[in-house]
């Protein structure tokens, strides 16, 4: 262990959801509704899905797509939705603003507003996360891969997924940024970068990190 | 009665670690829990759990039930029903007494506590009557309150303002109300009696005692005898897959004792199905847990056709025994089953017939949505779940207005 090694301190994340009230029924309701939404509700429906028991993977991977899928049944938004990137931007409420035209743009196309089925409205919701120490420490990059076995999923999806939009100036994952910072290893930070998380479940992202810390030591 | 580290073995030991710490955030915090029945119902079911094992995580947990005579009962059997949507007309002085049970319950109970949690309609009220000091109060809401009949819900909706924060078991159910709102979904215990595993012998037992042989398929609805479960739609899907494949249908169910309608729908049911040898109906006393858990073993399809639903913790119970369930689209019924992947949900008596049928005929299907269902209910809707999120909501509740709080 060099002398500036940082220890890396794992925490944890519990996520209670807590929904608004709000319901749409049809997309211009959606979308008035999304306009007056705070960032924490964007950002729950756009970010926070891999904590949510729901998720089956291969789907699209924010509610705002699922919704527009299955319940709106219209899948040229659901693509739309699908493949925009929420990671590439600054701040929620940038998101927001591209979220809005998207669904703009879309609607000026239609015929018609499209409407759900009774029972299948868009529930808004948010979500407060408590962050905790989780007592594991690690200073190598062989503990590190030891801790990762026995971690919780919400642990990995804290630093993997949600520690990227909690501090703006953030652009990567905990774990790469650790390793880059204190260990240089440009290949081994490139490859756990390289995964794309929104197409992986907690448990197959743990793996895919096991395995390229496992190449590596 | 088991106790946290007997769970490790099903959950591990990083969701047991995670329970400890979080719980240490709420040490010594007293919370009381109000319902209405400590026997019968999914709530008192797992309020049974629930309770010693929050003391044994270190919070002060007590658990109180309102009082009340099949008066009482009869009245708000019908809010639950009329909160379910179901047009009643109840007549204002019912409500009164509603009001009126408990008002005196109030008087005579000690609810002085860091938070107090009210369980679905029955208590609702108390908040109104009980003198408030520091305490919060959380109005914990079970049941399908997406449509409630108009009247009812302006009357009720005074008292659930009241509070200072409501859970719901999914979103759907959420209202437009003054303060925040939290989604916790129910959960089952797999060390109860009625989702352990069982021997062969404990199975054959059960059958014996209630004359069922297994010479044919078996399709299986444990129930509460209630319309809103819909036994009389059952028998009628049934009918339907008889005219293909020969099988026998058992709807089992007991009753609660704040629920005074199950006997009247109990004597329907029987008479519709008199006359047919391979119907059996079963009228379960409470504490039937054993019988209901060899029963969903021993089916080969099991049903919950609810045309209303809170949560349906029977849909629960029977996945876990990694059984393919075909349930109705409805509440929490939707946030456990999804079709093809660990079940089926259907919106008709012909849609549940047909999907008996289909699982009869494919038992490879059945087995791998079955082991899909055990899976999917490990992970979100077992006791351990459901105590993790309480006591995430205990800390959130003395941290009101922040989206992340770093313990």
Redesign the interface.
């Known amino acids: 262990m060099s002398e500036k090694t940082k220890i890396f301190k794992f925490y ?1 994340t ?10 749409a029924s049809n997309l211009k309701e959606f979308l008035n509704i999304l306009e007056q939404s705070e960032d ?1 509700v964007i ?1 729950h429906h756009l970010y926070q899905s891999h904590i949510k ?2 998720l ?1 993977v291969g789907e699209f991977p924010n509610d705002f797509a699922n919704w527009a899928a299955y319940d709106l049944e219209d899948m040229a938004l659901a693509e739309k939705l699908a493949n925009f990137d929420p990671y590439d931007f600054k701040t929620v409420a940038q998101v927001k603003e591209k979220l809005i035209e998207i669904i703009e743009e879309h609607m000026w196309d239609l015929p018609t507003i499209p409407w759900v089925r009774s ?1 299948s ?1 868009f ?1 808004f ?11 594991i420490n690690t200073s190598t990059l062989k503990e590190f891969k030891k801790a990762l076995n ?3 999923d ?1 642990s990995l999806y804290f630093h993997f997924c949600e520690a990227r939009k ?1 501090k703006k100036e953030k652009e990567h994952d905990d774990f790469s940024l650790w390793i880059e910072n204190n260990f240089g290893k440009k290949e081994l930070v490139r490859k756990i970068r390289e995964i794309d998380f929104y197409f992986f479940s907690l448990e197959e992202i743990r793996k895919k990190l096991i395995d390229i810390l496992e190449d590596e030591l | 009665m088991a106790i946290l580290k007997d769970y490790e073995d099903i959950v591990g ?3 047991l ?2 329970l400890k ?2 719980a240490l ?1 709420s040490k010594g915090k007293k919370v009381i829990m109000v319902n209405s029945t400590k026997d019968g119902g999914g709530v008192a079911e797992i309020l049974h759990r629930l309770v010693p094992l929050l003391n044994e995580l270190g919070i002060n947990c007590q658990w109180k039930t309102i009082y009340g005579n099949n008066g009482f009962f009869n009245i708000t059997k019908d809010i639950h029903n009329s909160l379910q949507g179901k047009k009643l007309d109840i007549k204002n002085e019912l409500l009164e007494k509603y009001l009126k049970v408990n008002k005196e319950y109030a008087q005579n109970v000690n609810l002085d506590a860091d938070i107090v949690i009210i369980h679905d309609p029955q208590p609702l009220p108390l908040i109104k009557y009980y003198p408030r000091n520091n305490t919060k109060w959380v109005w914990r809401c079970h049941i399908d309150i ?1 449509k409630p009949d108009l009247f009812l819900w302006k009357f009720l909706k005074k008292y659930v303002e009241m509070y200072d924060a409501s859970i ?1 078991s999914i ?2 159910f ?4 003054p303060y ?6 129910p959960s089952i215990d797999p060390l109860s009696n009625k989702n352990r595993d069982l021997s062969k012998n404990e199975i054959e037992n059960v059958l014996d005692t209630y004359r069922i042989k297994k010479d044919k398929p078996i399709i299986l609805q444990v129930s509460r005898f209630d319309k809103f479960k819909d036994p009389l739609g059952v028998i009628k899907a049934y009918r339907l897959v008889k005219k293909e494949i020969n099988c026998k249908l058992i709807l089992a169910g007991g009753t609660a004792s704040d629920d005074p309608e199950g006997e009247e729908i109990f004597k329907e049911v029987k008479n519709e199905s008199k006359g047919d040898p391979d119907i059996h109906i079963l009228f379960l006393k409470s504490k039937s847990d054993i019988v209901i858990n060899a029963l969903q073993r021993s089916a080969d399809v099991i049903i919950q056709k609810s045309i209303k639903e809170g949560f349906g913790l029977v849909v629960t119970e029977s996945m876990w025994k990694e059984k393919a369930v075909i349930g109705g ?2 509440g929490g019924i ?2 456990q089953l ?1 079709n093809h ?1 660990n079940g089926f949900l259907v919106n008709s008596i012909e849609g549940a017939a047909f999907r008996v049928r289909y699982l009869l005929n494919r038992p490879d299907v059945s087995e791998d949505l079955g082991k899909q269902a055990k899976k999917f209910v490990t ?2 809707f077992l006791i351990t779940r459901h105590l ?2 309480y ?3 205990f ?2 509740l003395e941290n009101p207005n ?6």
């Open positions: 944890d519990i996520v209670l959801l807590s929904p608004t009230g709000q319901k924490k950002f028991y729901y089956k029972g409205e529930c919701s948010s979500a407060t996360s408590i962050v905790l120490p989780l007592g026995i971690i919780p919400s909690i | 030991k990083k969701n670690n995670q710490s979080l955030l997406s719901f979103s759907k959420a209202k437009s109300l925040p709102q939290y989604l916790i979904a689209e409805v939707t946030i999804y992947l992970k979100n993790r999120d006591l995430a909501l800390y959130i922040k989206n992340i709080i770093y313990a």
